[in-house]
């Protein structure tokens, strides 16, 4: 069993930055692949981003190559997503995610623990 809890979320300019963290508990942790979804209003939740356990390989959506960084940090039980040059686009609930079975997770029946999601703003 994990628990997942998102924080850093919040409003920022477009153009800005902000750096979401996901604290997890339980001592396996480091087993679990980890990634990143959003969900705007009225649509789908979708994949931004997964890492492996190891940290040693990571995955994006197109949408957000070359401006978002995931990484993880074991030893804290804890995920990153470094987000910049945001735009009014990517304003959406952010969802910490975790599987214990699957090398990359880019789709939610994918996912095994969610986070309960924290707010992203990007105002023009």
């Known amino acids: 069993q994990v628990q997942l809890d998102e924080s850093g979320g919040g409003l920022v300019q477009a153009g800005g930055s902000l750096k979401l963290s996901c604290a997890a508990s339980g001592r396996t942790f480091s087993s679990y692949t980890m990634g990143w979804f959003l969900q705007a209003p009225g649509k789908e939740r979708e994949f931004v981003a997964s890492?492996?356990?190891?940290?040693?390989?990571?995955y994006y959506a197109d949408s957000v190559k070359g401006r978002f960084t995931i990484s993880r940090d074991n030893a804290k039980n804890t995920v990153y997503l470094q987000m910049n040059s945001l735009k009014p686009e990517d304003t959406a609930v952010y969802y910490c995610?975790?599987?214990?079975?699957?090398?990359?997770?880019?789709?939610?029946?994918?996912?095994?623990?969610w986070g309960q999601g924290t707010q992203v703003t990007v105002s023009s």
């Open positions: 995610a975790a599987s214990g079975h699957r090398a990359i997770i880019y789709a939610t029946s994918l996912v095994d623990y």
């Open positions: 890492i492996t356990w190891s940290g040693g390989s990571t």
